[in-house]
C-alpha cells in the first residue's frame, strides 16, 4: 500500500474546507434552506470527516467552523463521547436537559 500523494491530500483537504463552509453558510442562512441541498452538503462532509486526516488540520478546520465540529462530535461520539465541546457547555448542557424532563414530568 503506498502513502497518498502531496496533491491528494492537498486536494481531499481543499474539498473538505469547501464542504465546511458550505455548511458554516447553510447554517446561518437567514433564508429557508432546501433540505435535499443540506443533505447532500451534511453526507459528503461526513464522508469527508470519516477519513483520516492529520490532528492539526482537523483541529484548526474544527475549531473555524463550529458546525463542522458538532458534525465531527456526532459522527464519533460513540468512541470519543463530548471530547471536543467544552467541559463547561457539556455540563450546561446535561443540566438543562435534566431540568427540562424535571418540568416534563411535572406536566
Known sequence: MTAPSTESV?????????????????????????????????TRLSAALSEPWPDDLIDALLKAHPSTAELYENLHYGHAG??????????????????????????
Do not use: I
Not at 473538505?16 to 443540506?38: I, K, M, N, T
Not at 450546561?92 to 414530568?105: C, D, F, H, N, P
Open 82 to 107: 463530548l471530547s471536543r465541546a467544552p467541559l463547561e457547555r457539556s455540563v450546561e448542557s446535561e443540566q438543562a436537559a435534566r431540568a427540562l424532563l424535571a418540568r416534563v414530568a411535572r406536566g
Open 10 to 42: 492537498r486536494s481531499r483537504a481543499q474539498a473538505l474546507l469547501v464542504l465546511a463552509g458550505l455548511l458554516e453558510r447553510l447554517e446561518r442562512s437567514p433564508v429557508r434552506v432546501d433540505p435535499a441541498q443540506y443533505r447532500t452538503v451534511v
